[in-house]
């Protein structure tokens, strides 16, 4: 298991968890889909942003929310 942010481009990911003790943190992923048993896939890697696809949608995360995904 490894956080997101160590992901490579283009390969998709089964989210195993949430990493983060902030409460905030976790339900905004939540409705972004970000959840348990959910694919993500890294589009796009800028310096403090990432560019996610989560069930055919695209995000923009910042590298705190990375961190806290686990896949």
Do not use: Q, W
């Not at 409705?31 to 310096?47: D, H, N, Q």
């Not at 995000?59 to 705190?64: L, Q, R």
Request: hydrophobic share 40%.
């Amino acid at each position: 298991m490894m956080s997101l942010s160590k992901g490579k481009l283009n390969t998709p990911y089964i989210v195993n968890s949430v990493n983060t003790e902030h409460e905030d943190m976790r339900k905004f992923l939540f409705t972004l889909g970000c959840y348990p048993g959910e694919k993500v896939t890294i589009i796009s890697k800028l310096p403090s942003n990432y560019i996610i696809n989560i069930k055919n949608a695209r995000y923009s995360i910042d590298e705190d929310l990375a961190n806290a995904i686990m896949v």
